[in-house]
């Protein structure tokens, strides 16, 4: 088990990775009007890279299990791999932020701060996002409170997959006859 959640999870997080680093290297605030279009390239990469996770558990189903896997077994896999997906994503971000120098928390609550003109907000709700957006850059500073923002961002996606690919996956019985035969004592 452990050398396929380490395959499957290696494969995942290095699509996640990679696409988040193109799209974070790429990233010129000045360009956007808001952060929409990232998001939904970044949420892209997630469902790609969590495919991996159904590949991971029907290949560990298959090929050793001999085709039976319970729920909580798949779902053990599924969610090692989103973990071990995660773990990469959350680690390259972290040298990345703090290696680099960036000023992403302002160039993303400059972002913000646009949209929420663009929307119309008031002065004084535009000055409570302002010192919100000061307290979470002061947070984000931080290793383990940055890595947890980062796990946020995810984990949870690979947990949902983990668990819709258990519930997708479990088997009680092989497929194939002869390995039934075979498990009965009979042949």
């Known amino acids: 088990m452990k050398r396929n959640v380490l395959i499957f999870g290696a494969i995942s997080g290095l699509i996640s990775t990679l696409w988040m680093m193109v799209i974070v290297m790429n990233f010129d605030p000045s360009k956007m009007e808001n952060m929409d279009s990232g998001m939904w390239y970044g949420y892209a990469a997630m469902l ?4 991996f996770i159904i590949v991971g558990v029907k290949n560990y189903r298959d090929k050793q299990q001999n085709g039976v896997i319970t729920f909580g077994k798949a779902f053990k896999v599924g969610f090692l791999i989103a973990l071990v997906a995660s773990t990469m994503y959350v680690v390259t971000w972290l040298i990345y932020y703090y290696a680099s120098g960036t000023d992403f928390i302002e160039q993303w609550s400059g972002c913000l701060q646009r949209d929420l003109e663009a929307k119309g907000a008031t002065p004084a709700e535009l000055a409570q996002h302002a010192q919100e957006m000061k307290d979470f850059a002061r947070m984000y500073q931080n290793p383990f409170f940055n890595a947890l923002v ?4 995810i984990l949870p996606l690979g947990i949902v997959f983990a668990l819709l690919t258990a519930i997708i996956m479990r088997r009680k019985r092989p497929v194939n006859p002869s390995l039934d035969a075979d498990i009965d004592g009979r042949s």
């Open 48 to 51: 790609v890279a969590n495919i």
């Open 150 to 153: 980062t796990y946020s961002e």
